[in-house]
T-cell receptor, first 113, second 112 residues
Framework: DTAVSQTPKYLVTQMGNDKSIKCEQN?????MYWYKQDSKKFLKIMFS???????INETVPNRFSPKSPDKAHLNLHINSLELGDSAVYFC????????????FGQGTRLTVV | GEDVEQSLFLSVREGDSSVINCTYT??????LYWYKQEPGAGLQLLTY?????DMKQDQRLTVLLNKKDKHLSLRIADTQTGDSAIYFC????????????FGGGTRVLVKP
């Protein structure tokens, strides 16, 4: 059983479109995250939710809107896609507590053309 | 501020030991982690160490933490070709919402 699953795995879309990436975890974790990995493999946090509440929003353009309908799901909606949004987006989850033992999904490779 | 740095590349012969180094700047780090990323895959948590420890061993993996110098290392004993991947160190801070701050990754190539 996949612990953290993201869909789709690949997403190719045109500039200006709106798209969503879905994430689900079956680990019973309270905290979920979105990370962005650029073409140089650099990973940076975008958002963190704890029990459906936004905890971290790291200077991300407001074209990116996370939504957490329940603590097992954290979706990422992106409006007006730009070329610079092309990256791999990783969802992750971790239990509450001092140890951020985060489990990552397989990633969604977004290509904006 | 937060800054985590790693060397970019490491080449090692199969059967030798690999040592991957990482430095960080924030002394309030709570835990430090090592993740492995194989091509086209997600990140796999390898091991972690609490900031008040200085060593942790887990089978072929040994983590050393020098808190005074803010230096973290990962030693892989008897390196195998399946160990070829990108290795990321990361720090977390309870006060910062437990987000992970990653280094740029070290690409390890294991030669037969």
């Amino acid at each position: 059983d996949t612990a953290v699953s993201q869909t789709p795995k690949y997403l190719v879309t045109q500039m200006g479109n709106d798209k969503s990436i879905k994430c689900e975890q079956n680990l019973g974790h309270d905290t979920m995250y979105w990370y962005k990995q650029d073409s140089k493999k650099f990973l940076k946090i975008m958002f963190s939710y704890n029990n459906k509440e936004l905890i971290i929003n790291e200077t991300v353009p407001n074209r990116f809107s996370p939504k957490s309908p329940d603590k097992a799901h954290l979706n990422l909606h992106i409006n007006s896609l730009e070329l610079g949004d092309s990256a791999v987006y990783f969802c992750a989850s971790s239990p509450q507590g001092l140890n951020t033992e985060a489990f990552f999904g397989q990633g969604t490779r977004l290509t904006v053309v | 501020g937060e800054d985590v740095e790693q060397s970019l590349f490491l080449s090692v012969r199969e059967g030798d030991s690999s040592v991957i180094n990482c430095t960080y700047t924030d002394s309030s780090s709570t835990y430090l982690y090592w993740y492995k990323q194989e091509p086209g895959a997600g990140l796999q948590l390898l091991t972690y160490i609490f900031s008040n420890m200085d060593m942790k061993q887990d089978q072929r993996l040994t983590v050393l933490l020098n808190k005074k110098d803010k230096h973290l290392s990962l030693r892989i004993a008897d390196t195998q070709t399946g160990d070829s991947a990108i290795y990321f160190c990361a720090e977390s801070m309870w006060a910062a919402g437990n987000k992970l701050t990653f280094g740029g990754g070290t690409r390890v190539l294991v030669k037969p």
